[in-house]
């Protein structure tokens, strides 16, 4: 091979004396706060490391299960607690500044983080439009090279994962993975376990991959890695031997293998150096440079005094800039997310054809409820309103997995500064807001004349914008908890037992007069407190309440809608307060 080609900005990344200890909230809060950096009652993950990762080099962290591999490579992808990290992280002899360094370089977790209804190349342009700069053009040219470089050209148009006929395999997705990553061509790259639960073919096509990149193309490539075998291993420039949170080694394979038999062990034929070293370990310990740590320390002050010359220097200049405006980052989140809405089509079709079929079944247990005038008619009435309303709220938590697999890829993207927070929550809103319009319309058609309603244009209509408004309220509530809850059981249950209570004290099954004061607030919180006020003074409220009759009692009107009205304490402007009311519970959610 040549000699490899001198990147346009070559990262040299170094950690020195670094340690890392778990610590309590308070302590995290303490140090982030006032600076504090306590060590009592803390447990080491990490002690004193040093080590260094060149440009044009693969450099492998490796080491036993717990030995603290993948929090290094965290650490040094700058995604750690200040609070729990001691030492120096320099990147080209200067302080990291780990907002910015998380944005310039590519970070791969272990799990695949991909939208499995994309494909291979939609993936990447999705990618690619979000961190480069010059629009579509330059994406496309982008993620052709990519493509090429990792060997995807062939799977380009197959999706993420689709069945047997159309997924793709463990080691694509990595690489991938990868892609996504290399994108915004990055001078660092940091992968967690790239072989993990790959078959070794796949496994030394993914390191060799690396290994490529590295040496032609001048990147800083780091990997986390348990136990490779021969080929694998001679892909390596460099290693970092890590055991219980001590380093092993540092240096090249050679090093090692000298280190080895400098300290008296043979290494078998059937063995390779890694594994040797892996099981004597323990006698590692003791051959350990204590000179070269007795160096550092030396020069301990001199780092402390020239991180406080550079620090302000450093991040001055490593400004965030995100590489769209705030409309293209929306109209390229809006695109995926309708790709990912219309792909899924179980959850798409079902939304569509409950909504329909809901309408009509409901519409024929109702059947012309509303054009009678008797006490039993007003009460059936209510109930039609207080089950459309407790349908509707609980038909959207179908969509709780989704939001859960977003938030997951959300977290990762948003981390990398490939788009701000508001600009995802508004397109995933403008793209839900025709969708659910139209779930809205299906389903208050057949409804709304079926069981005879206020029979004009405008009760019909506001009738369909309170319920788009309700399901667009379900869908963010939705949305909100799929950013608090751990998983799917704990946010159906949690989600539930919610809806259960703002049911309760919604007012239908106990007046706001009976409910204990101590109780009270929860009567202002419910969510179906507002629609259901606002289907009840839609249908008795305005002009014609003033005559429609709804209670006869031996041939002669004893209570007319307006009055109905203001015995439940319900007024006509309540009518617009409520949606506005409902709009902000909506925008508070998305918050």
Known sequence: MGSPLKPKNPFRLEAKNLSYKLCSQLDEYKSLCFGSNPRRGSKYILKDINCVARPGELTAIAGPSGAGKTTLLEILAGRISPCKVSGHLLVN?????????????????????????????ETLMY????RLHGGRRVAATRVSVLMKELGLDHIADSRISGGSNHGISGGEKRRVSIGVDLVHDPAVILIDEPTSGLDSASALKVISLLRLMAFHQGKTIILTIHQPGFRILEQFDALILLSDGFLMHNGSLNL???????AGHQIPHHVNVLESALDIMESLVMQTSESENKFLLMDKDHQDHMMRMQYSKVFKE????????PMEEISILGQRFCCNIFRTKQLFAARVIQALVAGFVLGTIFLNVGSKQDQVALQTRSGFFAFSLTFLLSSTTEGLPIFLEERRTFMTETSRGAYRVSSYVLANTLVFLPFLLMVAFLYTTPVYWLVGLRKDIDGFLYFSLVIWLVLLMSNSFVACFSALVPDFILGTSVIAGLMGSFFLFSGYFISKDKIPSYWIFMHYLSLFKYPFECLMINEYGGKQGKTRCIGISNGQCMLHGVEFLRQQGLKESHKWTNLAIILSSVAQSLN
């Open 318 to 325: 490593k400004a965030l800039i995100y590489s769209n405006s």
């Open 93 to 121: 002899h200067l302080p990291m500044d780990a907002n910015w360094f998380r944005r310039a370089s590519g970070y791969v977790t272990q799990e695949d983080d991909l939208f499995p209804s994309l494909t291979v190349r």
């Open 256 to 262: 090692l293998e000298a280190r080895l038999k400098l």
């Open 127 to 130: 990618s690619a439009m979000l």
